[in-house]
C-alpha cells in the first residue's frame, strides 16, 4: 500500500509538472515523463521480481518446466516495454514510430512465445 502510495505520488507530481513545462518548452516535458517513468519503473521493479519468483515457486511445485512458464514471463516483460515505450512516441507526437513499436513488439513476443508452441505441440503428439 505504502509502494502505491509513492508511485501515485511522483505520478501525479510528474504529470503537473509536465503538464507545466510543456507549454513553453515540449521537450523538457518529454524529458521529465522519461525520467519520471524510469523512477516508477525502478520502485516496481522488487515487486515484480517477486512475483516472478513465486511465479517460478508454483510451476515447481506443478511440475512445469521451465521452458513453459519463461516464456509467458518473457511475452509479459515485451508487453510492458513495448506499452510502455509507444505511449512515451505518442507523447512525444511520434503516433507513426509507436505504430511501428507496437508491431515490432508484437513480433517480439510471438517470437518468444514459439518454444511454448512447440512444447505443447509435442505433448499433444505425444498423446496421440
Partial sequence: MELALKIAAIA???SLCAVAVKQHTPEIGL???LVSG???LS???EPIQSVIEL????CETAGLAPAVVSPVIKTVGIAILTRISAEFCRDAKEGGIASFLEIAGSAGALLVCLPLFKTVLNMITGLL
Avoid at 511465479?55 to 508454483?58: D, N, Q
Fill in 12 to 14: 501525479v507530481t510528474a
Fill in 31 to 33: 524529458v521529465l515523463a
Fill in 38 to 40: 524510469c523512477l516508477i
Fill in 43 to 45: 520502485l516496481a521493479i
Fill in 55 to 58: 511465479m517460478e515457486s508454483l
